[in-house]
């Protein structure tokens, strides 16, 4: 892109990640892929230096002094925007005034990275306004330290990576260190259902930093880089040396990397009943070890995984609520999933939202 574009429509899709959880900030693999839900973000220009943003979730439009100065402390959701504004700022971008419409058929807070997809989606609106881009790791970069800063989650960049680089039809197989994407292409034989639990998740509120602490303190006391550098066959050894809950942080992480790795092996070979089993490991894993589930999660894997045609189910992102993505065979799909919402709705006593979802491409302009 090297014009600049006035009058344009952003499309920032959601992600589910379909296996690889917590494991980005230590350096290691998640397979994620974008999803056919998302974002759209409608441009337009406006005189001055500000920009105003609504949302059709209601409330006021959020304001965005674009001349600066951008300090972190806002508790509304411009507070994203703001973010990604102040990271163009730092390059020196100068970005005209604008107005922006969201709308959205992506649940806020329901580990469907709705917090990504607005910051890559705004992200990619700036650039088209400019008529300039960043290399898209850099975009994506970006986007993860306004997270940090202007939302105080310090995330890895899984999201961030999967709403820019998704890839219609395919997984992508990152590696979170070296940031090389594989491409994970996923077969007609089956789909991938989410499960939302309806219980919203606030990563900010603290239990996601404290694993992130949990996990750097485990790596510190083996003398390692990240948890990455501990391999499962060297687990037993190294097992003893850890206190608790180091111990059970660690023991999660390294063999949630290799059941990435083994989970893509097994999507290219067609073989889903292993890759059900490898889900399923990763939610015990995830509820046990980790501690991110929630009773609500594990009732909906729990009652997805009695339903015929369904491989593996797992808690999907973050956790502390939030959706749960099951493998199911494509053929019977509808019936699955009728099944499946009748079987988790018996178990929650409420009705869950529940849709089948396909892998779309990254953040972009509606025409191009
Ligand atoms: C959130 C974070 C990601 C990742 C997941 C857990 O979605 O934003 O960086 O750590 O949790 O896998």
Known sequence: MTTA?????????GRVNLIGEHTDYNAGFVLPMAIDRGLRIAVRPRPGRTALVSSDRGGPPVAIDLAGPHAAGRTDWGRYLEGVVAGYRRLGWEIPGFEAVI????????????????EVGMATAIEALCGRELP??????LCQRAE???AGVPCGIMDQFAVAFGRAGHALLLDCRSREIRLVPLADEVEFLVIDSGVKHALADGGYAARRRDCEAAAARLGRPALRDVSADEWATVEPTLPEPERRRARHVVHENDRVLGFAAALEAGDWKAAGRLMNASHASLRDDFEVSC??????AAAAR???????CRMTGGGFGGCAVA???????????AEVRRRCGAALGTDPTIFVT?????ARLADG
Do not use: N, Q, Y
Not at 295 to 300: A, F, K, P, W
């Open 306 to 312: 009695g339903v015929a045609g369904v491989f593996g």
């Open 136 to 141: 898209t790791a850099d975009k994506a970069v």
């Open 103 to 118: 709308t959205a058929d992506l649940p806020a807070g329901g580990g469907l990275s709705s917090s990504a997809a607005l």
């Open 295 to 300: 009773r609500e999660l594990d009732l909906i």
């Open 148 to 150: 940090h800063e202007f």
């Open 358 to 362: 396909a892998a779309a491409a990254g």
């Open 5 to 13: 574009r006035t009058e344009f429509i952003v499309c920032a899709p």
């Open 327 to 337: 493998l199911v065979e494509a053929a019977r799909a509808a019936a699955i999933m």
